[in-house]
């Protein structure tokens, strides 16, 4: 049996966050991570400007890291496409190197970190919670941190959507195509479809996309057969795709809602963060932001000795209206005549890509007293 005043399931960038946080102020904290070492995750991996300022906060810095700077966004569908600059100064680097980062942070700041740990389930009681862990361990912590991403947790009450798999592949580019993405996100539509691709550091281009499962299954396995539905239905993709040499045997998965998700549950004894607590639609690129985000509010008030319950409202008001915009455009943007009127408003406005970038944006202001 051990005891900590905090613990933390999940080391990806919401739980290193929080421990992090925590640790910082003085608070008891351990962090539990089931993977051994650094890994790749399914994500878009574009850090957005308020993933950047708290990044700064943390002390990780992306640019020393390798982050590749993106300060434009193209958005296409099979018969056109328009560009924009962004408002902002953004950067994409592989969730490799940052979630590593963030972990390293929070075990330099004082989080005690248990690596190569699974949880198997959490049971509350009158003092707090118990957390049965898979090496036969037993940690009794008075403050329960949720970051376990898109994977549930037996004990925590958590229905959502799972129509969705996300997929991500690596991709080495031909040197043309390396100089037409550069300083560039590249953003693909089709029909219940999303395409993200980008440069990250050392060369590669990451590839996301959001598929529904009964389309996946049509597709098939591998990326053989990814590769040649994408760029059947999609000929400024393919030009993208053409002599690019993919870096893994196939694409990683998962499974995840589609448009957006906000959890709703009334009452709450646990601090939910980054996808357990809220999932926006991934081409906003402020995913990482709203598990930052989340994880600086929840760590605010754990210090103020504030309860869940206040930190679930806190948190819904600063997600909420991302959320609802970025799942509107969703929905529109997944079939043929929203995605038509979208493009063919973006072309005659252009502000508007620029208008929907700033709105679904996060406001992130905390106090680091």
Known sequence: MTWAETVVIGGGPAGSAAACGLARSGRDVMLIERTAKPHHKVCGEFLSVETRMQLQRLGVDPLAL?????????????????SSELPFRALSL???????????????????????????????????????????NTIQCRHLVVATGK??????????DGSMVGLKMHLRPSLEVHRALAGRVELFFLDGCYIGLELIEDGIANLCLVVPRATMARIGPGWHALHGHLASALPSLAERLA????????????????GGHLHREQKTAVFRVGDRLAHIPPFTGDGLAIALGTAALAVEHVRLGLSPEAYLAAARQLTA???????????????????NLMLGAAACAPGLIETIVRRTRLILAFDDS
């Open 94 to 136: 592989s969730r490799y190197r940052l979630d590593d980062a963030l972990l390293r942070c929070a075990q330099s700041t004082g989080a005690r970190l248990n690596r190569n740990v699974t949880v198997k389930s959490v049971m509350q009681d009158a003092s707090g919670w118990n957390v049965f862990c898979d090496n036969g």
């Open 321 to 339: 209206s991302p959320i609802r915009l970025a799942s509107v455009v969703s929905r529109l943007a997944m079939h043929r005549g929203g995605r």
């Open 151 to 160: 994977l549930g947790l037996r004990g925590i009450d958590d229905t959502r």
């Open 243 to 258: 002599g690019a040499e993919p870096l893994w045997d196939k694409p990683m998965a998962v499974v995840c809602p589609a």
């Open 66 to 82: 390798g982050a590749v700077p993106i300060d434009h966004v193209a958005v296409h569908s099979s018969r056109r496409s328009v």
